[in-house]
């Protein structure tokens, strides 16, 4: 065979190749999907990135819950060729709910098929102002205090305490809820939950000023409370069975999976109470104690459990008992985590007439339904 000719047939093979790789097609397959969820301030404005490949490349859209395709809203909306949705910042009169409060999706599509993103939930927030406070707490001298930040309710959800400034006279000291100084051996301790958790109180701490710095997650803007909180010592009276602050007897909350979380016990007393933390076996009226370890922790009567697992889920019992008497407490505490599903196989073939079968299999908590 000539040099020709074979440089003829290695054309002819390179060819057939390219061929074959063109009419190899392949659906579209996210490589950036959106989050479930998107809350931003008209502040800061937010990008929401959608992205996907496929052969050929698909268009990427975005859809409304009800499948309409969404457009560019001058100055409040725009949709960019690259798939992200964009939302400038905006003034608080400029605030439209069909833009700024709605259910989205992301839509891929090519010549092979069309997938959705899961839904995402935009949620714009207008600014407000807001003021964080603090009052008087009343603690029997010897038991432990526990100071709240009062976060107003309509920003409670995006403003969290990020340190506590302790001060006496000139001397003023700043502990952070993420810093090595927050020890278990240490007079103060600020909760995961941010309250500020101090041990063993006595006279001297009715002269020391307590405030909070909290800050905004959506803006970023930190602040101090407006007012300092201070601590009213009193003297026992003869003895003093065990008394909560409220008359709660049950109490329930939710976590967020992984989150570092609290649970009070704010019971006071003279002489000091013991604090013993139970846990119900599920589905029984049987209990058994808290096993502590270095993920949980007791400090005086407050439970600190961090990177929670779905499976501290439960129903808690807080018992304080001194010599005169005693009182408990129950915490319904329920650990949510995302949930996720995939089926299996995959791909499956069968015979016309025979059946398949799937399995859904999931993961997540608290599962309502499986249809």
């Known amino acids: 065979m000539s040099p020709v000719t074979v440089c003829a047939v290695l054309v002819a093979l390179l060819s057939i190749r390219a061929v074959r790789c063109e009419d190899e097609t392949i659906g579209p397959i996210f490589m950036k999907e959106p989050p479930n969820r998107v809350d931003f301030s ?26 309409t395709a969404v457009g560019d809203v001058p100055g409040l909306r725009q949709v960019l060729p690259n798939g992200n949705l964009v939302f400038p910042p905006f003034r608080a009169e400029d605030y439209r709910q069909e833009v700024h409060a709605q259910v989205y999706a992301c839509l891929a599509r090519n010549p092979v098929g069309t997938i959705h993103s899961r839904d995402v939930n935009v949620r714009a927030v207008v600014s407000q102002a807001y003021a964080v406070n603090l009052m008087e707490e009343y603690v029997l001298r ?4 526990i100071l709240k930040c009062h976060i107003p309710s309509f920003v409670s959800e995006y403003v969290f305490v990020i340190s506590w400034i302790i001060s006496e006279d000139n001397d003023v000291d700043e502990i952070n809820i993420d810093s090595d100084q927050h020890l278990l051996d240490g007079k103060y301790l600020v909760l995961p939950s941010g309250e500020l958790h101090i041990r063993d109180v006595g006279p001297e701490d009715g002269y020391k000023s ?3 710095r909290t800050k905004h997650r959506l803006t970023g803007e930190t602040r101090l409370s407006a007012t300092k909180g201070r601590l009213v010592i009193t003297e026992p009276v003869g003895r003093v069975s065990p008394k909560f602050p409220s008359m709660d007897s049950s109490r329930s909350f939710s976590a967020t999976l992984t989150d570092s979380l609290t649970l009070l016990c704010p019971a006071q007393a003279f002489p000091v109470p013991i604090f013993r933390w139970y846990k119900f076996i599920e589905g029984t009226a049987r209990k058994q104690p808290v096993v502590l370890n270095d993920r949980v922790k007791q400090v005086s009567g407050t439970l600190i459990i961090k990177e929670a697992k779905v499976e501290d889920s439960g129903k808690y019992l807080c018992v304080v008992n001194n010599s005169v008497g005693g009182e408990s407490v129950e915490t319904v505490l329920t650990v949510t985590a995302p949930l996720k599903s995939t089926v299996e196989p995959a791909t499956q073939t069968v015979d016309f007439g025979r059946p398949a079968v799937f399995t859904c299999r999931y993961e997540g908590n608290p599962v309502k339904t499986i249809t």
């Open 210 to 212: 307590y405030q909070c």
């Open 142 to 145: 010897g038991n432990s205090a």
């Open 42 to 67: 008209n502040t800061t404005g937010a990008v929401v990135e959608c992205a996907a490949r496929g052969s050929p490349p698909p268009d990427v859209i975005w859809v409304r819950a009800d499948g």
